[in-house]
Structures are given as C-alpha cells and as structure tokens.
C-alpha cells in the first residue's frame, strides 16, 4: 500500500501564495502519474495539475493544468525527497477547497498523465486551503 501525506495547505488573502506537498512511501517514479485534485463544499472532486513523474522519456516531467489554474500554479517533484509540490500563487477565493494528492499503480504503458481520476488509485487525506478575499 502506498502512502501519500500532504502538508501545507493554510488560511491565506486572495493574492497570496502557498506551496503544498505530498510525500509518498515509494519513488515517485514508481508511478507513471501523479497529480492534485481539489474539492470545495458542494462541488465535484476536479483535476488540477498532474505530473508524469515516471523517468520515461520524451514523456518524463510533463505536466497537465486545469484552465482555472493556469499561469498561476506549478506542479514539480523531488525524487530525492520523494515528495510532489504544488506551487500555488495569485490566489483566489475560488481556489478554496480540500487538496488532495494521488498516484497510479505504475504499471502498464502511458504516454500522457492528464486530470481524469479512475486512473489514480492512491489517495492522501487532504490538506485544506482557504482563501479569503
């Protein structure tokens, strides 16, 4: 079983920043996908960013956005660290929600890591962010 711990989510005024992370009990490149999902009171759990954290290239490092989040987060990983990042700047009310980290199994064959959550079996048990405008 794999296990993913995210830290850092916080209170913070629209226009600030936070940086979340999600430590994982194996290499991260152990999963072909890794990603962050959110989901504010009352709304569906959407994608926001993901990572193609398997060391497979041309595909190694790319990375998917939500449009909403675009130009203003930054997903990365630390595979001395075994932890993935998520660089949140310039944020907005909207953006409050529950964050939460997931990976794959990491097997088959991908190519692409984009939002969609079957392909994500391994789950963290969120860390909240607020904004406040």
């Known amino acids: 079983q794999v296990q993913l711990v995210e830290s850092g989510g916080g209170s913070v005024q629209a226009g600030g920043s936070l940086r979340l992370s999600c430590a994982a009990s194996?290499?991260?490149?152990?999963?072909?996908?890794m990603g962050w999902f959110r989901q504010a009171p009352g709304k569906e759990r959407e994608g926001v960013a993901t990572?193609?954290?398997?060391?497979?290239?041309?595909?190694?490092?790319?990375?998917y956005y939500a449009d909403s989040v675009k130009g203003r987060f930054t997903i990365s990983q630390d595979n001395a660290k075994n932890t993935l990042y998520l660089q949140m700047n310039s944020l907005k009310p909207e953006d409050t929600a529950m964050y939460y980290c997931?990976?794959?199994?990491?097997?088959?064959?991908?190519?692409?890591?984009?939002?969609?959550?079957?392909?994500?079996?391994?789950w963290g048990q969120g860390t909240q962010v607020t904004v406040s405008s």
């Open positions: 194996r290499p991260l490149y152990s999963s072909y996908c």
């Open positions: 997931a990976a794959d199994r990491g097997m088959g064959s991908v190519t692409q890591c984009g939002p969609g959550q079957s392909r994500y079996v391994y």
């Open positions: 990572i193609y954290t398997a060391g497979v290239r041309p595909y190694s490092g790319t990375t």
